[in-house]
């Protein structure tokens, strides 16, 4: 808890299975996504959409791909994505896909995609193969590639007015939800969204859903990034991991202030979606089930120009890096701040996240304060800690170079801070630290000898790829 150091005693066996041993899952997507093991970087409408319970202009959506474009490329972030409020797609093609993110716009997806193309980036599109429009139901659009109908197809339970479910028992549906797909990546889709997951299977059954992903999956190949949405990861996720290369951890970002970083529903769980209520709580949750080749957590989007401070900007943007999430902007072209785009642009940070590191919380038992320390290692044997303050007053935090991180007579040759961007030189024994209320430190750990363990986890490592 704050107000102490934290002093943490792990042995050799939980070091290695910390950092290099996570669970192989079998039957993991194991794509070249999840091989990267982190999420990508990009910007998404959401906020736009949130605030004003309306779907993005086509204006405002221009303005902000222009913006990425100048701004944040350069740091890595290829990608545009739309998001919810997708109602307003009714304009379709003969096959019942939509071709539109609304139908008021001058412009399909088509368009978009070669202009964000254009700009040097990637397009990300927010759909679910399994919908089916009031436009395309209406219409009884033939399912390409059978001699069955829009209406044959269609499930017993709607999403709701403006969109149906498909039920994959029905014949034609297979080729309904994999042709949605094959379009999408016609169309140079990089990036799939695919939403509302939990409504599918609470109304169709998890066996139901099962087949769908599976479909989703076999379509999409590596051609298409998959990040499953809203799912409840029944089982831990055991459907999940078999079918999606990302899945939504906690509640959705909302008005992206400091009860969605830590403090909603705080050490609280459900059974179903969304079994925790903010992001922190997800992260450890689920820190287990993600692995390199088996599946990259999402902690939604980042809106830093709503948060307190400086320090809860970082203490998100850190908390997103140490778990190897996507990193998605929703802050706009004239709500960002001075202080949320340095934080986005920390380059030593997202160094980290390039080479596709993520870390481990010393504990996954949410309300235990090793929960708030995580552990990672880079292939050159350094290792980046990350002290997490949750609390809303001031604590001291540590970490012990010898009974934490192994090595040999807790020597460090410098630890570097990642946020200040100075190495504070050699330490002997632990690195230690009083953190103000909603404040992180991160930390590269270069150690001057020889990892005790580095041999064996090298070898460790080799066994399994």
């Given at each position: 808890?704050?107000?102490?150091i934290?002093?943490?005693?792990?042995?050799?066996?939980?070091?290695?299975?910390?950092?290099?041993?996570?669970?192989?899952?079998?039957?993991?997507?194991?794509?070249?996504?999840?091989r990267?093991?982190?999420?990508?970087?990009?910007?998404?409408?959401?906020?736009?959409?949130?605030?004003?319970?309306?779907?993005?202009?086509?204006?405002?959506?221009?303005?902000?791909?222009?913006?990425?474009?100048?701004?944040?490329?350069d740091?890595?972030?290829?990608?545009?994505?739309?998001d919810?409020?997708?109602e307003?797609?009714?304009?379709?093609?003969?096959d019942?896909?939509?071709?539109?993110?609304?139908?008021?716009?001058?412009?399909?997806?088509?368009?978009?995609?070669?202009?964000?193309?254009s700009?040097?980036?990637?397009?990300?599109?927010?759909?679910?193969p399994?919908?089916?429009?009031?436009?395309?139901?209406?219409?009884?659009?033939?399912?390409?590639?059978?001699?069955?109908?829009?209406?044959e197809?269609?499930?017993s339970?709607?999403?709701n007015?403006?969109?149906y479910?498909?039920?994959?028992?029905?014949?034609?549906?297979?080729?309904?939800?994999?042709?949605?797909?094959?379009?999408?990546?016609a169309i140079?889709?990089?990036?799939?969204?695919?939403?509302?997951?939990?409504?599918?299977?609470?109304?169709?059954?998890t066996?139901?859903?099962?087949?769908a992903?599976?479909?989703?999956?076999?379509?999409a190949?590596?051609?298409?990034?998959?990040?499953?949405?809203?799912p409840?990861?029944?089982?831990h996720?055991?459907?999940?991991?078999?079918?999606?290369?990302?899945?939504?951890?906690?509640?959705?970002?909302?008005?992206?202030e400091?009860?969605?970083?830590s403090?909603r529903?705080?050490?609280?769980?459900?059974?179903?979606?969304?079994?925790y209520?903010?992001?922190?709580d997800g992260?450890i949750?689920?820190?287990?089930i993600?692995?390199?080749?088996q599946?990259?957590?999402?902690g939604?989007?980042?809106?830093?120009n709503?948060?307190?401070?400086?320090d809860?900007k970082?203490?998100?943007?850190?908390?997103?890096?140490?778990?190897?999430?996507?990193?998605a902007?929703?802050?706009?072209?004239d709500?960002?701040?001075?202080?949320?785009?340095?934080v986005?642009?920390?380059?030593e940070?997202?160094?980290?996240?390039?080479?596709?590191?993520?870390?481990?919380?010393l504990?996954?038992?949410?309300n235990n304060?090793?929960?708030?320390?995580?552990?990672?290692q880079?292939?050159d044997?350094?290792f980046?800690?990350?002290?997490?303050?949750?609390?809303d007053?001031?604590?001291?935090?540590?970490?012990?170079?010898?009974k934490?991180?192994?090595?040999?007579?807790?020597?460090?040759?410098n630890?570097?801070?990642?946020?200040?961007?100075?190495?504070?030189?050699?330490m002997?024994?632990?690195y230690?630290?009083?953190?103000?209320?909603?404040?992180?430190?991160?930390?590269?750990?270069?150690?001057s000898?020889?990892?005790?363990?580095?041999?064996?986890?090298?070898s460790?490592?080799k066994?399994?790829?």
């Amino acid at each position: 808890m704050a107000g102490r150091i934290v002093k943490t005693y792990i042995g050799k066996a939980v070091i290695l299975g910390l950092l290099f041993l996570a669970p192989a899952i079998l039957g993991a997507r194991d794509s070249k996504f999840t091989r990267k093991g982190v999420g990508p970087q990009y910007w998404t409408a959401y906020e736009y959409c949130y605030d004003l319970n309306l779907p993005m202009t086509e204006l405002r959506w221009q303005c902000n791909i222009d913006w990425m474009a100048n701004t944040f490329l350069d740091y890595g972030y290829d990608m545009i994505c739309n998001d919810g409020w997708i109602e307003a797609a009714q304009t379709i093609n003969e096959d019942g896909f939509i071709t539109k993110y609304n139908s008021n716009w001058n412009h399909g997806f088509a368009y978009w995609n070669a202009y964000i193309r254009s700009k040097g980036m990637k397009a990300g599109v927010y759909y679910n193969p399994l919908w089916m429009t009031k436009a395309a139901y209406d219409r009884n659009c033939k399912v390409i590639g059978t001699n069955k109908t829009a209406k044959e197809i269609a499930g017993s339970h709607s999403f709701n007015n403006a969109l149906y479910w498909v039920d994959v028992d029905r014949p034609g549906a297979e080729q309904w939800v994999k042709g949605y797909v094959r379009y999408f990546k016609a169309i140079g889709v990089k990036y799939l969204r695919i939403d509302f997951l939990e409504n599918y299977e609470n109304n169709y059954g998890t066996a139901k859903y099962a087949k769908a992903l599976q479909w989703i999956k076999e379509e999409a190949g590596d051609d298409i990034f998959l990040s499953l949405v809203m799912p409840n990861c029944y089982d831990h996720g055991k459907t999940e991991i078999q079918y999606g290369d990302m899945i939504r951890v906690s509640d959705d970002c909302f008005d992206g202030e400091w009860d969605f970083v830590s403090s909603r529903r705080r050490g609280q769980v459900k059974n179903s979606w969304p079994q925790y209520a903010n992001v922190f709580d997800g992260m450890i949750a689920f820190s287990d089930i993600a692995a390199k080749g088996q599946l990259i957590l999402d902690g939604d989007f980042m809106r830093l120009n709503k948060l307190a401070n400086m320090d809860e900007k970082r203490f998100l943007f850190s908390l997103m890096i140490m778990g190897g999430s996507a990193l998605a902007i929703a802050d706009q072209y004239d709500t960002i701040d001075e202080d949320a785009m340095q934080v986005y642009g920390n380059r030593e940070l997202l160094s980290l996240h390039n080479s596709g590191f993520s870390a481990k919380p010393l504990s996954r038992e949410i309300n235990n304060v090793n929960s708030s320390i995580w552990i990672g290692q880079l292939p050159d044997g350094d290792f980046v800690v990350g002290l997490f303050n949750r609390e809303d007053k001031p604590g001291e935090y540590g970490i012990d170079f010898f009974k934490d991180l192994g090595i040999d007579g807790g020597n460090v040759k410098n630890v570097r801070d990642l946020w200040s961007h100075r190495d504070l030189g050699s330490m002997k024994g632990k690195y230690e630290v009083t953190l103000k209320p909603h404040c992180c430190s991160i930390v590269r750990i270069h150690s001057s000898g020889v990892h005790r363990y580095q041999a064996e986890c090298a070898s460790l490592r080799k066994d399994r790829s």
